[in-house]
């Protein structure tokens, strides 16, 4: 009986230079997916800076039309206030204080609340790197910088003064019938409105003396409040205008660049 050798068949054998060719094949795909993925991750991220930017250019415009309608108000204020020094300072022995109560007629004070949701929500998502430049970027901080003292001013220094010291300060100047002229509430109130249009109220001698005394140094101070009120408000539409300006070139770049691709 014969035995027969098998013989073993290897595959022939690979070149290292094969192996690089598979790797190299192998890199460039993980790396051209990379690639991919980034510049998709990159587009959908100026899409959303391009949406921010367009509702940031409402809140801005929002708070220009804010602006406009405080300073309008405050100065209208300013002008019944200094009129009523005027007549304050009048050289008389006498004071009406029932007419003087018609012509302050009623307070208020306005608000001043910065819109700034789409800024806050930009800054907590990181998109502000990919709204605009270096340049850009100072600009939107010295926005925020700006328009939050102007808040402040409001908020701190002019609300402040006006509760705890205005108001009190008329309340405890009049009597009760002036008094109703400080709610315009009251002004649907027949009765209550006949009382003030019939009432006569002149202070004469010491009275006068105080009640010029204390109501002059109450509207002196709101005076100079509102206007160191209007100087931030001055700054901050100046800001929100500049602002306005650099959304609008920043958006029409965007739209460039769109067009481009």
């Not at 790396?31 to 991919?36: D, K, P, Q, V």
């Not at 402040?152 to 002019?158: P, W």
Request: glycine share 4%.
């Amino acid at each position: 009986m014969e035995t027969h050798a098998h013989h073993l068949h290897k595959a022939p054998g690979k070149k290292w230079t094969h192996y690089l060719f598979e790797f190299l094949m192998l890199f460039l795909a993980v790396f051209a997916g990379f690639l991919a993925e980034n510049f998709r991750e990159h587009a959908v991220e100026k899409t959303r800076a391009h949406q921010f930017l367009q509702s940031m250019l409402l809140d801005v415009e929002t708070n220009i039309n804010n602006l406009d309608s405080l300073m309008q108000q405050n100065c209208v204020i300013i002008a019944n206030h200094d009129s009523l020094m005027n007549w304050l300072l009048a050289d008389s022995s006498t004071i009406d204080r029932a007419a003087f109560s018609r012509k302050m007629g009623a307070v208020w004070i306005r608000n001043f609340l910065v819109r700034k949701e789409t800024y806050e929500q930009m800054k907590s998502s990181g998109s502000l790197r990919y709204v605009g430049d270096i340049g850009f970027l100072k600009k939107l901080m010295d926005y925020e910088r700006i328009t939050n003292f102007a808040q402040f001013r409001n908020s701190d220094f002019e609300r402040k003064y006006y509760t705890e010291l205005f108001i009190p300060a008329i309340y405890k100047s009049y009597d009760l019938t002036c008094q109703l002229n400080l709610d315009t509430s009251y002004h649907s109130d027949f009765v209550k409105m006949e009382k003030v249009a019939h009432h006569h109220d002149v202070l004469s001698g010491n009275d006068a003396a105080v009640f010029r005394h204390d109501m002059g140094a109450a509207l002196t101070l709101r005076m100079e409040r509102l206007r160191r009120s209007m100087d931030a408000y001055r700054d901050a539409k100046n800001v929100c205008v500049e602002m306005k300006g650099l959304i609008k070139k920043q958006l029409g770049e965007s739209d460039s660049e769109k067009q481009s691709h």
